[in-house]
């Protein structure tokens, strides 16, 4: 199976032709600065090898020009539904969400003013299997469900967590139209998570280009 494709490429076949690989990892998604991490995967008979992340490979392919200060880790069962979170600024941050273990569904909401994807939302399964990321930007309200019967997730984070600037949104604004994957009757939710306003009357500070840019 091909590289961006969730596969592994043979590294013994690699070496035995001599090959080169020209592989872009990102994926620019249709919302400014969203970007899909598809990591090429390296297999063998041993098993594999990838890199998760690599600052210069970040720089240099996606733009991406963060400095990472803090690595968080969650697991959860089947049902959770976590989210959507943020914090404003000057206490915004950048996410690079991957999953460890299982498979999740990852969201996210544009937040910047003036962004042509304002008020649109974004999802995409992340996985064990799959190994993509998403990189996410400041601006963002960030939250996923958990689709396997467990989930660890790993991500990292441009700024450290600070409660008084924590905001969110309400998980089920009719406004969204968000499909979590997960029946009604299933969803494990905080009793935080289920007392965010609708995004009409949300409070934040994000406009587009004030936050955070990569370029």
């Known amino acids: 199976m091909p590289a961006g494709t969730g596969g592994i490429i043979n590294a013994d076949k690699i070496l035995q032709n001599k090959s080169i690989i020209l592989y872009m990892p990102f994926i620019q998604t249709e919302f400014p600065d969203l970007l899909v991490f598809d990591p090429v995967v390296f297999g063998d008979d041993r098993g594999y090898f ?3 992340y690599n ?12 400095k990472f200060v803090q690595d968080n880790q969650a697991c959860s069962v089947y049902g ?3 989210g959507l979170h943020f914090q404003n600024n000057p206490y915004a941050q950048t996410k690079l969400i991957r999953s460890l273990q299982g498979s999740i569904l990852d969201i996210v909401v544009d937040l910047r003013v003036g962004s042509p994807s304002h008020g649109k939302v ?12 998403l990189l996410v930007p400041q601006g963002f309200a960030h939250g996923y469900s958990v689709l396997s019967e467990t989930a ?15 905001g969110g949104i309400a998980y089920n604004d009719p406004a969204l139209k968000i499909d979590w994957k997960i029946p009604v009757d299933k969803m494990i939710l905080s009793e935080k998570d289920t007392g965010y306003p609708v ?3 949300c409070r934040h500070n994000f406009f ?5 840019s990569y370029a």
Do not use: H, M, P
């Open 55 to 66: 600052e210069n490979t970040f720089s240099r392919d996606g733009n991406v020009k963060v």
């Open 208 to 212: 587009l280009n004030s936050n955070q």
């Open 199 to 201: 995004f009409a009357d």
């Open 152 to 166: 660890e997730v790993f991500y990292k984070c441009d700024n450290f967590y600070n409660k008084a600037a924590e």
């Open 122 to 133: 974004f999802s995409i399964e992340l996985s064990a299997e799959n190994k993509k990321q």
């Open 80 to 82: 959770v539904v976590r």
């Open 50 to 52: 990838f890199e998760s």
